[in-house]
């Protein structure tokens, strides 16, 4: 069965191992590197469907978990999937549960995970061939596999060991639960903690089973940096070139940069639209939390020279947001959180579009040297798991 | 000595009475303003909170609303006073431009009203002054001088300006003390904004920097207030060019000469009934709260005028009236695949279903108020343009009649729970319980932890997860 999607490589960086591409998927092409923003409950915390087009927006996520349980499956059936569930044209992934949150809550067995109602407490079984159905009926363009998650922190090696090869035998009853693969693209989740050879061997079994595109998970859960630079490093060595690579749950720019520098191509992250909602703006010079009183006079937008609708100029059809109206209705009207949700989510696909454009020209070094330089006023103050990390791959940041 | 509305300069004439037979009828006018979208009357004002229309984002304003003219509440911009400046006078515009509009994104041909209070306002504990009024900010119960306010004004020139009236909100019937106090004060406000704004007008090159005024017109009779009005008509006519109403029932008491003075309504109708009411007794432009008390709550107001059986859904007995909005709580929407209501044009209703409103209201999802909140103005947009329609036709008392039969008078019953409610919106009382449910629980709480599953849905049955495919319930 042919993938319902394809891989066209445009570039590839000569120093690092960032790539630049086209992900044809069933909803239209989009560019890779991407980030996706997380639209968990069908709706991106506040904005239309066609505000979050307006960012760029062209592939957002869905959670699998969330939309089972509200509106349900029978609903999503009724009316014929998520897409038209929540008026998107774009493509939709699903992400799949992310059961390490509910370990306390729940057992993982070979069956399945199992977990107590919300409700009324009564033992319920959840399995791979559930998480198949549930995505099929939701029809997203890229779905992923249950897999047996352990918080990378996690000093128990056996029980590591355990769970990434469950999440190959799970992977096996996933693709053949799966109904649609003409339609719908089943990823792959690579496990074994921070073990790199744990980690090597899920690589190799996964890519065996060929599935369209591999993602790489268990990872963004407190795990220190360092380490998960070595495993994403480590795994897209071993990963076929022609396919998508996604790391799950990544999300902060710094992480994004250097994680294309080790030839990662997709990302989600639910940072940049929840931290939007408590007043604080990404920017290109950092973080900045709009709710200080700092920012109440300060009249200039938010980003100078931002294309945001929010941040945009009267002049060129934009709003002309000013980071003291921010101020003004940050954490008091949601009218504020939208606009500044806008922002964030434009600034993260604004990112990956520049450092997609820096790998087409063979500059992806000096646009990685330019972006840290921007967001640390002094190298001194670089972090050093970055500065490792993409020295690995060839770059020296801290080189004139 | 009187002066008439046609002695006055062509510019003050901003508002023509298109149609109007006696006193107490409705009217129908058109509010102009520099620059500005004429205002049909009667008509409605957006009414905002920190500058914006609540749920919606100045660019869903633009795109998906057909709002003509806003309210805003200066009390929503002073926090700082007196201690700082607020950084809204900190704005600095272009001459003829307005930075209060700048500041919140309004666009240019929105016409922009300004007054000292929110509609509805919480009332203050401390009373006003001779000199100041009270007002409820973000951060507290604060003041604002008469003279502070007329300064405001001129620094942010909105379009219309709404004078101070001195009203003793939260407090029982005044006597007749307070009465005089009342109508006092208001009038020595009402100089000191006029005096304020002339003195800009002599320093401006272009009068149209301005501003017009509204008068305050105090919610008590005519005869407890005969000094003030005397007073506003001889000495103030020429510089007022409208009437803020406080009590819709004392329309009938308005003297001659400000009849012609377009009326906007502070005294809010609790139902399209209500606001009927005011538009039969010549109301010309209105604050609307229950449109967002509506959408707060998850109700799709659902009703035209006049009345047209085609318009509403579901077939009910003849004897039946119809409900003026729909509960999209209820899970019977969870698989309608229609608009919110039928043969409505709006962005919520093109793009979006019941079933994905339902389901936002009940994931408690931002958008599901934002696509509500569209939803309901553009109700009320038709909703007016059915009254001037009606009201040129000359059928209004008849339609307002049919309307009375056909619909229930009052809106439904909230069933559901609304967004967030923010400091300022309310004042608390005393043993009140929280307005705002705790959204997290402590994690790990012993015996609780059974209950507190990270999910999205506290009400999920295990027999309804399993019927509806999400997980079965375990064997063992």
């Known amino acids: ?400 | 000595m009187s002066t008439t509305l046609s002695d006055l300069p062509p510019e003050m004439r901003a508002f023509t009475i298109l149609k109007t037979s006696t006193t107490l009828a409705p009217r129908l006018g058109r509010l102009t303003l520099p620059g500005r979208k004429a205002l049909e009357t009667p008509h409605y004002l957006g009414n905002t909170s920190r500058g914006a229309v609540s749920h919606i984002s100045q660019d869903n304003f633009q795109k998906n609303t057909s709002i003509n003219g806003v309210y805003v509440a200066l009390e929503d911009f002073v926090e700082k006073l007196p201690r700082q400046t607020p950084p809204l006078y900190q704005l600095e515009s272009p001459k003829d431009e307005s930075p209060l509009r700048d500041f919140i994104a309004l666009p240019k041909d929105t016409v922009l009203v300004v007054g000292a209070r929110r509609v509805p306002c919480i009332p203050c504990p401390t009373a006003n002054t001779n000199s100041a009024l009270s007002i409820y900010t973000s951060v507290g119960f604060r003041q604002i001088s008469a003279e502070d306010y007329a300064a405001a004004s001129r620094k942010v020139r909105p379009d219309i300006v709404v004078g101070l009236a001195d009203i003793p909100y939260g407090q029982p019937q005044p006597g007749l003390k307070r009465i005089d106090k009342m109508s006092d004060r208001t009038e020595e406000w009402t100089k000191e904004l006029v005096s304020q704004k002339n003195g800009l007008d002599k320093t401006a090159k272009a009068p149209k920097a301005s501003y017009q005024i509204f008068a305050p017109i105090l919610p008590l009779a005519k005869e407890l207030q005969t000094w003030y009005l005397d007073h506003l008509i001889d000495d103030m006519l020429d510089d007022i060019s409208g009437l803020a109403i406080y009590h819709a029932q004392f329309l009938a008491d308005l003297p001659e000469q400000v009849q012609d003075l377009p009326r906007l309504s502070f005294d809010p109708p609790s139902s399209p009934g209500a606001l009927l009411y005011q538009i039969s007794l010549g109301m010309d432009i209105f604050t609307i709260p229950f449109i967002t008390e509506a959408t707060d709550a998850g109700i799709s107001l659902d009703f035209a005028f006049p009345p047209s059986r085609s318009e509403v859904s579901g077939g009910e007995d003849a004897g039946k009236k119809y409900t003026l909005g729909v509960d999209m709580w209820q899970s019977e929407h969870a698989l309608s695949v229609t608009p919110l209501s039928d043969n409505c044009s709006c962005y919520a209703c093109t793009k979006h279903h019941r079933a994905y409103i339902q389901h936002l209201l009940s994931a408690k999802e931002m958008l599901g108020w934002v696509l509500i909140q569209i939803h309901n103005h553009a109700i009320m947009d038709a909703f007016f343009a059915g009254i001037r329609e009606s009201i040129a036709r000359g059928t209004f008392g008849e339609d307002k009649v049919a309307f009375e039969a056909f619909y229930k008078p009052e809106l439904p019953e909230k069933s559901g729970q609304g967004p967030r409610v923010r400091g300022y919106q309310f004042k608390s009382g005393q043993n009140e319980t929280k307005k705002n449910p705790a959204a997290y629980k402590v994690l790990n709480a012993p015996e609780e932890s059974s209950s507190e599953a990270p999910t999205p849905n506290p009400d999920a049955v295990a027999g309804d997860l399993e019927k509806i495919g999400f997980a079965e319930t375990a064997k063992s």
């Open chain 1, 1 to 400: 069965m042919p993938p319902a999607l394809s891989y066209e490589l445009l570039a590839k960086c000569s120093v690092t191992k960032a790539r630049a591409a086209i992900l044809h998927l069933p909803h239209g092409p989009v560019p890779l590197p991407i980030f996706m923003p997380v639209a968990t409950q069908a709706s991106l915390k506040g904005l239309t469907p066609e505000q979050l087009e307006e960012t760029g927006c062209r592939l957002c996520l869905n959670n699998t978990y969330h939309l089972g349980l509200k509106p349900g499956q029978a609903t999503l059936d009724a009316i014929g999937g998520a897409h038209k569930f929540q008026s998107w044209p774009h493509n939709i992934l699903t992400v799949s549960f992310q059961m390490v949150s509910l370990l306390k809550l729940a057992k993982v067995t070979e069956e399945g995970v199992k977990f107590l109602s919300p409700h009324d407490g009564t033992p319920m079984l959840l399995t791979p061939e559930h998480s198949i159905s549930l995505q099929n009926s939701i029809g997203s363009d890229i779905i992923m596999q249950l897999d047996d998650v352990i918080a990378t922190t996690s000093p128990d090696l056996a029980r590591m060991e355990e769970a990434m090869d469950r999440s190959v035998r799970w992977l096996d009853r996933c693709i053949k639960a799966h109904k649609y693969p003409e339609r719908q693209n089943l990823f792959c989740i690579i496990q074994g903690g921070l073990d790199l050879d744990l980690r090597k061997r899920c690589t190799k079994e996964m890519v065996e089973r060929d599935t369209p595109g591999i993602a790489i998970g268990g990872l963004s859960g407190g795990e220190e940096k360092a380490a998960y630079c070595k495993v994403v490093d480590t795994c897209t060595s071993l990963l076929p070139e022609k396919k998508p690579r996604y790391v799950m749950g990544v999300g902060y720019p710094e992480d994004l940069v250097v994680s294309i520098a080790l030839g990662a191509d997709m990302f989600d992250c639910v940072w940049p639209t929840r931290t939007a909602r408590f007043g604080n703006a990404i920017t290109s010079t950092g973080v900045l939390n709009l709710r200080n009183a700092s920012f109440q006079n300060d009249f200039n937008p938010v980003e100078e020279g931002c294309t945001c609708v929010c941040c945009r100029p009267k002049e060129k059809g934009g709003l002309g947001i000013t980071r003291a109206y921010i101020y003004h209705v940050a954490a008091k009207e949601t009218a504020g959180a939208h606009l500044l949700t806008i922002h964030n989510v434009q600034y993260q696909l604004n990112l990956m579009k520049r450092a997609r454009h820096a790998i087409l020209e063979d500059k992806y070094p000096a646009f990685v040297k330019d972006f840290f330089g921007k967001v640390y006023s002094d190298k001194t103050n670089f972090p050093v798991w970055a500065v490792e990390a993409l020295k690995g791959v060839g770059v020296d940041l801290l080189a004139d």
